[in-house]
């Protein structure tokens, strides 16, 4: 992809025009600036906002005790693990129906409150945890010299809390920046994104080589994002390590901070709420209609993938992606986790940036990597290569999932065991092993809801007769007539409920091996 991106043409072609001649084409456009100038601001649109609202909630949310916060807490975290796919469709549900008043559907608007919506939770987490741990007093003792709660916050709170105010505000950059998902499912306003500029390049006008560029530019814009990241992250968990949690009561100064957290969460509420009331409602009356035509490709369509049919190959790529990522997943997670020093600990170093790669990287970008690398070949027809990217999507996550509990294992153990004559295969089994198996829950939840959800890199390589839940109810959305649009929002509903199935499930087995494990040590 980079070869072709700069050259401007396929790297084996004999008509090459030299480097650069393809780059400066692209940039040479208009169309070209104004998809970047409508991707960075609608980016930049979204993290603001995000930051506005998030504040708020991060003190209420972590630093108040009140009655129901643990609830408040899970419905804020709900559109963070939903597929883009879903929070698009929840949202367009909500703005064509209760909301359509606004006129705000197919609108850039309703792109950025979207993005809005899926990553206020991420503000939330990573201020509200800093700010749990950071020491209340001094605001306090500004307080009593006089200073306005606005004034101690400006002053003394918001320098304390800039190291996670900036993390997560590059976080949330970072996801807005790639949210194709959310883009198609509102319409792709104005002039689009780049990520749906390479989609429309490639499938649309098959111009590989526009698409090239444009997926460079994509990475390099998602590369220094994720750098940022890094680098504010690293801060942040410096900071974090000042005091251990405290919360205080709600007090009357409070009551501006509770009333904005309560209207984010009703703002999160909404679109779900209303995905899931009109998936059941037909003409204006309650009916299941809607899940029973799922066993039909459409209205006014013959032929193509049904959504039941979608959900059959959705479980099944899924599986398959789980599988190959946790193949890969376990042993570098076992690599990763040894304590080293010297060459082996910078090479650990680059194998960690390496595998984290695929979590900065849009998917688009990534199946349109695929796509050209493997296209032309055998195994780009080959029933694999969707599972394959789908994997490589999950794999840093699930291997995330196991370096902690890995990294949790005593190194005496293991030199212990040694001590007294057992094998390294030995030690793996006896020791490693186990406490893999306590992550290994939650690892496989993880990669298979991130499979089943997964459609930037899948619409560039699903088969046409064997096409995902995710694309199926895309297409839905593309066609005309009220049924295909309501079998659009069912088919939004079971993703839903089979993603979050997925990753609840995950974390009940994880919570009753920790629980097992515990016992263990008792006895």
Not at 156 to 174: E, I, K, N, R, W
Not at 329 to 342: F, M, T
Not at 501 to 511: D, N, P, R
Request: proline residues 5%.
């Amino acid at each position: 992809m980079l070869v072709r991106g700069f050259l401007g043409v396929d790297a084996t072609s004999s008509n090459q025009t030299g480097i650069w001649s393809g780059v400066f084409e692209v940039f040479g456009e208009s169309r070209t600036w104004k998809i970047i100038w409508q991707t960075l601001w609608m980016a930049f649109a979204g993290t603001a906002l995000s930051v506005l609202l998030g504040i708020p909630g991060a003190y209420t949310l972590y630093c108040l005790d009140f009655r129901g916060k643990r609830l408040l807490r899970g419905l804020v975290s709900i559109p963070f693990v939903l597929p883009t796919v879903v929070v698009g469709i929840a949202f367009r549900s909500l703005l064509e129906g209760p909301l359509s008043f606004l006129g705000l559907a197919n609108s850039t608007s309703a792109v950025v409150m979207a993005m809005v919506f899926f990553n206020f939770s991420v503000i939330v987490r990573t201020v509200g945890t800093m700010w749990s741990g950071i020491d209340h007093r001094t605001a306090e003792a500004a307080r009593t010299l006089g200073a306005t709660p606005l004034r101690a916050f400006l002053t003394v709170t918001l320098p304390q809390l800039a190291p996670a105010v900036a993390a997560g505000s590059g976080l949330v950059f970072l996801y807005c920046s790639t949210a194709y998902g959310i883009v198609t499912t509102l319409g792709n306003p104005g002039y689009g994104t780049i990520e749906m500029e390479i989609y429309l390049q490639t499938v649309t006008f098959f111009n590989l080589d526009r698409a090239a560029i444009l997926s460079v530019l994509q990475f390099m814009i998602v590369l220094f994002a994720l750098l940022v990241t890094t680098s504010l992250t690293k801060k942040t968990e410096v900071a974090l390590r000042v005091r251990k949690d405290s919360s205080c009561p709600v007090r009357r100064g409070d009551a501006g901070a509770l009333v904005a957290t309560l209207a984010s969460v009703a703002f999160i509420v909404a679109p779900l709420l209303t995905l899931a009331v009109r998936s059941f409602r037909v003409h204006d009356e309650w009916s299941l209609e809607n899940y029973r035509r799922l066993q039909t490709p459409g209205t006014g369509f013959t032929g193509g993938t049904t959504v039941f049919e979608g959900i059959s190959h959705s479980i099944k790529i899924a599986t398959d992606a789980t599988m190959i990522a946790l193949v890969i997943a376990i042993p570098l997670a076992l690599v990763l986790s040894r304590q080293v020093d010297g060459v082996r600990a910078r090479f650990q170093q680059l194998l960690d940036g390496f595998v984290l790669l695929p979590l900065g990287i849009s998917t688009v970008t990534v199946g349109f990597g695929f796509l050209i690398t493997f296209g032309p070949t055998t195994f780009g027809r080959s029933p694999l290569l969707v599972p394959v990217a789908q994997a490589v999507v999950a794999l840093p996550l699930a291997v995330r999932v196991l370096l902690p509990v890995l990294r949790a294992i005593d190194p005496r153990m293991r030199e212990a065991a040694a001590t007294l004559g057992a094998s390294p295969a030995k030690i793996l089994q006896t020791i490693d092993l186990p406490f893999l198996a306590r992550g290994l829950g939650l690892a496989t939840g993880f990669s298979f809801a991130v499979s089943l959800g997964e459609f930037g890199a899948t619409s560039f390589l699903a088969d046409p007769a064997y096409q995902t839940l995710p694309v199926v109810i895309v297409k839905l959305l593309s066609r005309p007539g009220e049924y295909n649009y309501g079998m659009a929002l069912a088919g939004a509903v079971i993703l839903a409920v089979a993603t979050a199935s997925a990753m609840i499930a995950a974390e009940t087995l994880s919570m009753r091996r920790e629980t097992a494990s515990l016992l263990e040590r008792k006895a």
